[in-house]
């Protein structure tokens, strides 16, 4: 098995990958765009309450109600009986802007909803204890 070969066609779809922002206008679904993530009616059911969750940053998606999960072609793939290259296909003839897949070199962050704090490189004083000095200390 030639495994350069899988990997140059793996970075080749994931150039053209459209945005999942894109694909979520494409079906008007309501979600708030200057947000990178939040909650959504999901368009793959019937809902009423907000149980789609997706990370725009990420390009990932899951409906919490009915377990669906993916990126922006398994989206396509649901809502349009397809494979994935029906998905492809389907994202090239409508013309979705496409973008990185999962944001390169950025850091991960810890929390699915929230980044995680930067601790300053001040953190520790010269005694080499921890930051917080106590009350009866400091006097």
Request: charged content about 25%; hydrophobic content about 30%.
């Amino acid at each position: 098995m030639n495994l350069g070969r899988l990997r140059d066609g793996f970075e080749d779809q994931e150039h053209e990958k459209p945005t999942l922002a894109a694909v979520l206008d494409h079906y008007e679904i309501d979600y708030n765009p200057e947000r990178t993530a939040g909650m959504a009616p999901c368009p793959l059911h019937d809902d009423n309450t907000p149980s789609f969750s997706y990370h725009l940053d990420r390009g990932l998606w899951k409906c919490h109600s009915c377990g669906e999960g993916g990126d922006s072609y398994t989206l396509l793939m649901k809502k349009e009986p397809t494979d994935f290259a029906g998905a492809r296909a389907l994202a090239s003839s409508l013309a979705l802007a496409t973008g990185d897949a999962g944001g390169g070199d950025e850091r991960v962050s810890g929390s699915a909803y929230a980044g995680r704090r930067a601790v300053s490189p001040r953190s520790r004083n010269q005694q080499g204890r921890g930051g917080y000095v106590p009350a009866w200390r400091r006097r």
